[in-house]
Nanobody, 116 residues
């Protein structure tokens, strides 16, 4: 059974940084495309924040380019999202996902609130 569990959400001040973790079980992050997306509370649309292909190619959403970094720890079977220079518009639920043919599984998310 595939399971993705996100950690690291919480309240952060504008201009600050955070690192979200996603611990995977039932799959290997080395053999999967991994991604982070986010959804603002009350809005239906979500936004792809970061994507890492199985080959290691990284792609970032326009709103976080230059501020975000996705990485994996194969030994811990964990994927990370680092985000700095946080802004109020970064407030959202952040979800970790994985897949081979498209993104097939998503975690339940972790809430990040950027507020002074």
């Amino acid at each position: 059974q595939v399971r993705l569990v996100e950690f690291g959400g919480g309240s952060v001040q504008p201009g600050g940084s955070l690192r979200l973790s996603c611990v995977a079980s039932g799959i290997s992050v080395s053999d999967s495309h991994m991604a982070w997306r986010r959804q603002v509370l009350g809005k239906e649309e979500d936004e792809l924040v970061a994507f890492m292909s199985r080959s290691g190619t990284k792609t970032y959403g326009d709103s976080v380019k230059g501020r975000a970094s996705i990485s994996v720890d194969k030994a811990q079977n964990t994927v990370y999202l680092s985000l700095n220079e946080l802004r109020s518009e970064d407030t959202a639920d952040y979800y970790c996902g994985r897949g081979v043919n498209g993104m097939e599984h998503w975690g339940k998310g972790t809430l990040v609130t950027v507020t002074s």
